[in-house]
DNA sequence: AGTTATTGTGAGAACTTTGTGATAGATTTC
DNA sequence: GAAATCTATCACAAAGTTCTCACAATAACT
């Protein structure tokens, strides 16, 4: 049986929803605002998915949300009230998984948990084993000839990137855009630095990282 | 100018999209359901991307992006209301590109069609399989014999164009106006000094570019 | 064969693009 | 809140590309 940590301040809220879920066989644990569910998280283990408010006392939803995600790859879908769905972009980049506004149906909210938990036991733990090397993309690390080599952040994404595009040729601002995200305005000069570190983190392998000259990089398979 | 297809059976969207894109420099073609979409499609083969709003009378957009998936790539951004229960995953399921949720900005929906265009040109590109070569021109690589030969931009330009336009004579003014662009006035005898870097690049295949004397340039198939 | 027009070719200057180390500012960690 | 790490940008070095020119080679024509 799933289980759910839901964080939640309006009292009406938390006893609906639980209902709610309960009916559809999770098992459901509430509290009432972002401090007690870090606190909760923080001694279990055991929860699937996190049920996010974002309004909330102490502690809201973005910031437990952004919290999280510095470690751990847990499904999490934000709520929110119509009235601030301008944030949405905003939740998203967070990291949340998904976005749900108030007030929702029953059966909308029980059909995308039952999604978001899918879409995330397949992206949980992707590890890439390729030609001559591992990536452990949850744990940012690398290994090579048995040796754990760690990657920053940014390493992490551009890696992934260029691993789940193999073969084809990205510009600098194509680059930006899927890794950075499409409201980066930066200099694209950037991804050089970046391909430089990644290059240099992946010592002899540095090299299956082409540069199309004009065009831009890509990962030769 | 690229040429865009909104289907949305809300006028007030219609409308208002029809702004934001037309400011950004965009054709584009509106039309109120997914029939009429699919309609249009059925005559016109020249809609750059196409943006769905899922929910429509009908034929809704799931249906239309599911229907042109079978025998097109082209590249579809779908959109939904925050309070659908239809979601993401099912949306990018079907096949679309992007998926957008309403309401969003303007600048948040022209950054994603043109990361959208961008990535799908990438993914046309076509590869060529010439008589006794490869070419992969998004890589720009040739491979003769097993062996994989790198062009410069110029190369990969002109090699494309002979490609494209086997067993037709080009004088070299021709040759500057499409490869180098109409804007270029250079001295025509800078297209001999690429086709002969292009014919040592090919090696044997190097005779497969032919000579017309006092005329121009041909590829022979 | 001699003359002329046209194309092939090598060299190199001018230019463009990429690699790289330093650095300052952000961000995260302790 | 200090220290460590990460990120973005810059400036300059290094590498690669493009274009032009001069001359050699070739073809066409008389």
């Given amino acids: ?15 609906l929803v639980k209902v709610f879920l309960e009916t559809a066989k999770f098992d459901v644990i509430t509290v009432e605002d972002g401090e007690k569910a870090l606190e909760y998280l923080s001694h279990n283990n055991d929860v699937d ?34 009235a601030d769905s301008s944030n949405e972009v905003d939740g998203l980049n967070l990291g949340a998984d998904d976005y749900i506004s108030k007030p929702f149906s029953r059966d909308t909210l029980i059909a ?41 952040p940014k390493e992490i994404l551009l890696l992934e990137f260029f691993l ?5 040729v990205f510009s600098r601002n194509q680059i930006l855009d899927s890794v950075w995200g499409f409201d980066y305005y930066g200099n694209p000069r950037t991804v050089d630095t970046h391909v430089k ?21 890509y990962y030769q398979s």
């Fill in 112 to 152: 995308r948990i039952n999604c978001v938990i899918r879409r995330c036991e397949n992206k949980r733990s992707k590890n890439y084993h390729v030609n001559g090397f591992e990536f452990f993309k949850n744990k940012g690390v690398l290994r090579i000839e048995g040796k754990e080599i760690s990657l920053t």
């Fill in 49 to 82: 998915l996190i049920l996010l408010d974002i309004m909330m006392p102490n502690i809201d939803g973005k910031d437990v949300c952004k919290y999280l995600r510095k470690t751990s790859d847990i499904p999490i879908i934000m709520l929110t009230a119509l």
């Fill in 197 to 217: 570190s990644l290059r240099s983190r992946l010592g002899e392998f540095g090299q299956r990282i082409k540069t199309a000259r004009g065009r831009g990089y």
């Fill in 164 to 168: 789940n595009n193999k073969d084809c």
């Fill in 1 to 15: 049986m799933p289980k759910i940590l839901y964080a939640e301040d309006q009292e009406r809220y938390r006893k």
